[in-house]
């Protein structure tokens, strides 16, 4: 599985922006996904989940009521909108593929990665 991921640029904070992630083969229906980020010289981190009917979805508290994760099975693509974006967001931006239906914020649970997109907020 092959994960695309765009929709990263430069914003200001407090501008929206809304991230996309298309698989390459459908098998990602079934499972979990998530966005992780990581910001220079740091970890990567958890952001968002979703489970794999959408019906479940879980966020790390820094991005709790700003973020929303949603998917669409029938295009292989889940999505990441940002509202009021902070400076502190600035990061590459990873989507991935979780091992479950179910997801979570495990990093070593998640099996296939994306190339990450750039997200850059400017104060």
């Known amino acids: 599985v092959q994960l695309q991921a765009s929709g990263g640029g430069l914003v200001q904070a407090g501008d929206p922006l809304t991230l996309s992630c298309t698989a390459s083969r459908r098998t990602s229906s079934n499972n979990a996904m998530g966005w992780f980020r990581q910001a220079p010289g740091k970890e990567r981190t958890f952001v968002a989940t979703i489970s794999w009917n959408g019906g479940s979805t879980f966020y790390a508290d820094s991005v709790k009521g700003r973020f929303t994760i949603s998917r669409d099975n029938s295009k292989g693509t889940v999505y990441l909108q940002m509202n009021n974006l902070k400076s502190e967001d600035t990061a590459v931006y990873y989507c991935?593929?979780?091992?479950?239906?179910?997801?979570?914020?495990?990093?070593?649970?998640?099996?296939?990665w994306g190339q990450g997109t750039q997200v850059t907020v400017s104060s």
């Open positions: 991935a593929v979780h091992r479950s239906a179910v997801g979570g914020s495990n990093t070593q649970d998640y099996r296939y």
